[in-house]
């Protein structure tokens, strides 16, 4: 006898403990299986397109703190570099290595709490989180050295940074460079072939190479499929193209393979560290830009690999003192196109982990 | 101090006319007693266990109030007593109100037969562990009350997970329990622990695995927490409740992992069994509280495993691994046992060597055909087509 049985619609947020701060998710379950899924976003819309029209393209720094609260050093990057593309703005040769080396840590923290946050959602409360946090911290307790902040750092100015690092500065870095590749074994060696892990994860939330590409997914989720795709690469700013290192992809695309490739970024931005450590000049780290940029009449589009994915700013230059128009192409909110695709056919608790996995910040999702 | 020592003792001052009265304050006087002592053990048990998981998660834990923070659990409860207790509009008050005390019951009641010295505090009572398993059986009605009552859909998610794996998660209890059974012969839990000669922990670690993870699942902690599942539910079957009625829920919950500590130190490691100077009583306190950090172990490292998963460890894997123990004791039973039906020290032995084979042997079996294997991948990854990043480069 079949038993009758309808669906049941849950909000699973704006506030719900999964949903990386105020996401809302409309899920159309059939008993614990997701059958439709709508999100709605914007609770932490704060229109950062449009104050930034309203502010000088140094004060816009502070407002690209506040995109991906996680990664500020590459919000910061990312800005700055359409700013100097648009002014014709020259960097001194330190202060790019500077911001390369801001970029990989920022990456690294940033894959901390993605990872962190993962393992949170599987269930395994805290334990790793914290953990996560604990190496996270020292890292921002760099930043902190170099800057004064730890999260909105607001490091970065068109045409070099604020200051350079100071004396204590290099070798603080060189114990975090030591000590964090053990702390990435041990990482590894608690959840890579952890059971329960793997049977969460493994060939959960499949995005296929296809899907991804035409989802314009980007960063970790897009490499997870098996698309070898880095801007660091494909496109090398800033001194990326003297370094080396690998883009590590994954085999299917699913859970699994997103935390696999997000460790293996964190090995390569070491490398990538280490390097520009050993090649950093000497020199000024800021060039004779003007407090007030006043850009030619025009356009100009850049971007750069965040951890997320392709971060990119659109800036419209009429000539005067703030930009006339400002688009943030930011990668959480693009990578979340596929979340249907992603979710319809598994149950409650995949989704949670799925969401986790696709490693959005609500702050860049709603800007 | 059993019922019967303190009826006889109180017996001895009244006329026999009034017995009931002397049965009904005998009745007060204990179960005031054990109400007192569990919640006050619970109490300190939060405060251990929050420490504890401070110390795994590389944080401090509770710390203020009191030496080394121990009043933290009397703040805790001033604060849920004084908040305001709310009842959604669409509950169903009656079952609402209901379901904290149904949960809280059985865990008050399966201590009263625990023996802690030489008799429970109800005396010899002889059908020992079918009460426990009785007892425990009903947190599946309180959880669904509290579930259904609140008229919340991330309650009833909770309570629905809820009824069908505790109810999935005591076949495999029960039957990790006959094999102790059969061995001592008996299923009151004094006897239980009196004919352990050597603790059936080592006779039957297989029963003891499956009875260690079916409880925990029984009692919905991690790696089984899906009743809860801060991170998908909320808070699960209790997410509407708030107050007093949250702090009920929160001492029920926090008593479960005594009592499995209690049941399992009785049943698997020989109760108020010890070397002689220490008593009986720190013997037991001592091993329920290994049983007890053990379980904490768990909940601070692993993650949660998934609703289908859950159901099919317990079908594919706890309940085969509890019959083969059942089977191997049953068979070991009737080629070793005495003509009175006692077991030897000595072929105690040889089952221990036995069963400790048999123990690897079936859950390398069951791992190996449940198990999500090594990773497969020799190979690197090769990268899609799609993107082909190596051509852009020259650019």
Not at chain 1, 154 to 171: N, T, V
Not at chain 1, 230 to 259: H, M, S, W
Not at chain 2, 278 to 304: D, E, H, M
Request: aromatic share 10%; charged share 20%; with cysteine.
């Amino acid at each position: 006898m079949a038993i009758k049985t309808e669906p049941i619609t849950i909000n699973m947020g704006p506030q719900h403990p999964s949903t990386h701060g105020v996401f809302r998710l409309r899920v159309t379950f059939d008993g614990e299986v997701v059958v439709d899924v709508e999100p709605v976003f914007g609770y932490l819309h704060r229109g950062t397109e449009k104050l930034a029209e309203e502010r000088t393209y140094v004060q816009i720094v502070t407002l690209t703190d506040r995109l991906d609260y996680t990664a500020s050093m590459s919000n910061n990057l990312a800005y700055v570099r359409s700013v100097e593309k648009l002014g014709g703005i020259e960097v001194p040769e330190r202060a790019r290595y500077l911001r390369v080396i801001c970029a990989e840590l920022q990456r690294i923290a940033s894959h901390f709490i993605s990872i962190g946050f993962m393992l949170q959602e599987l269930g395994a409360f805290g334990t790793p989180l914290m953990y996560c946090f604990r190496e996270r911290e020292r890292i921002l307790d760099l930043f902190e050295m170099l800057c004064g902040a730890r999260i909105t750092l607001s490091y970065m100015r068109p045409g070099g940074l604020i200051q350079d690092a100071p004396e204590d500065f290099w070798p603080a870095l060189s114990i975090l460079m030591e000590s964090m590749p053990e702390y990435i074994d041990d990482l590894e060696g608690l959840v890579t072939s952890n059971e329960i892990v793997l049977a969460r994860t493994r060939d959960v939330g499949i995005i296929s190479p296809e899907l991804a590409v035409n989802g314009s997914v980007t960063g970790p989720m897009l490499r997870a499929s098996g698309v070898q795709w880095d801007l660091r690469k494909a496109n090398p700013y800033e001194v990326y193209d003297r370094l080396e290192f690998d883009v590590p992809i994954g085999y299917q695309g699913d859970t699994y393979d997103r935390y696999l490739v997000r460790v293996q970024e964190m090995r390569e931005s070491l490398r990538i560290i280490e390097q520009c450590v050993e090649q950093i000049p000497e020199g000024p780290i800021q060039s004779e830009a003007p407090f007030f940029v006043r850009p030619p009449v025009g356009d100009v589009y850049d971007s750069i690999e965040a951890p997320k994915g392709e971060l990119g700013f659109y800036l419209v230059s009429d000539g005067g003192i703030s930009p006339y128009r400002c688009k943030i192409r930011a990668p959480s909110f693009i990578n979340l196109t596929l979340l249907k695709d992603m979710l319809v056919g598994w149950k409650l608790a995949d989704l949670v982990v799925i969401f986790g996995s696709t490693d959005v910040v609500l702050g860049e999702v709603d800007r | 101090m059993s019922f019967d020592q303190l009826y006889n003792l109180l017996d001895r001052f009244v006329p026999e006319s009034i017995d009931w009265i002397v049965f009904t304050v005998t009745a007060l006087i204990l179960s005031l007693a054990v109400i007192n002592a569990m919640v006050l053990c619970t109490a300190l048990y939060t405060w251990f266990e929050r420490r504890m998981l401070g110390r795994f998660q590389s944080r401090i834990g509770p710390n203020r109030w009191g030496p080394f923070g121990l009043l933290q659990p009397i703040a805790d409860v001033i604060k849920l007593l004084v908040k305001e207790d709310v009842i959604p509009v669409v509950a169903d008050k009656a079952v609402f109100t209901l379901a904290p005390v149904v949960l809280l019951v059985p865990a008050l009641v399966v201590f009263i037969v625990i023996p802690f010295g030489e008799q429970s505090f109800l005396g010899k009572l002889n059908v020992g562990v079918l009460f426990i398993l009785g007892v425990t059986g009903v947190n599946t009605l309180a959880i669904i009350m509290g579930g259904w009552a609140s008229r919340n859909k991330y309650a009833l998610f909770g309570a629905m997970r809820g009824a069908a794996m505790l109810i999935s998660y005591e076949v495999p209890m029960a039957l990790s329990l006959i094999g102790v059974i059969i061995l001592a012969g008996s299923i009151s839990l004094a006897d239980i622990v009196s004919s352990q000669g050597i603790f059936y922990i080592l006779v039957q670690p297989l029963a003891f695995l499956v009875f260690m993870a079916a409880a925990s699942a029984e009692m919905s902690r991690a790696p089984f927490d899906m009743i809860e599942s801060e991170s998908e539910l909320g808070a699960g079957y209790h997410t509407e409740y708030s107050g007093i009625k949250y702090a009920i829920f929160q001492l029920a919950e926090f008593m479960a992992p005594l009592v499995t500590a209690a049941v399992a130190t009785v049943v698997f490691l020989g109760g108020t069994k010890g070397i002689d100077p220490i008593p009986g009583q720190v013997w037991f306190l001592l091993k329920a509280f290994s049983v007890v950090f053990v379980l904490l172990w768990v909940r601070a490292t692993w993650p949660r495993l998934r609703v289908d998963q859950i159901m099919g460890f317990a079908w594919k894997g706890l309940f085969p691994l509890s019959v083969i123990n059942f089977f191997v004791v049953a068979v070991e039973m009737f080629a070793l046992q005495e003509p009175d039906g006692t077991v030897t020290n000595q072929s105690m032995m040889i089952m221990v060597g036995i069963n400790w084979v048999v123990m690897v042997v079936s859950i390398v079996v069951i791992a190996t055909v449940l198990g999500q294997g090594k990773l497969q991948h020799k190979l690197p990854p090769q990268p899609s087509s799609l993107a082909n990043m190596a051509a852009s480069e020259g650019d």
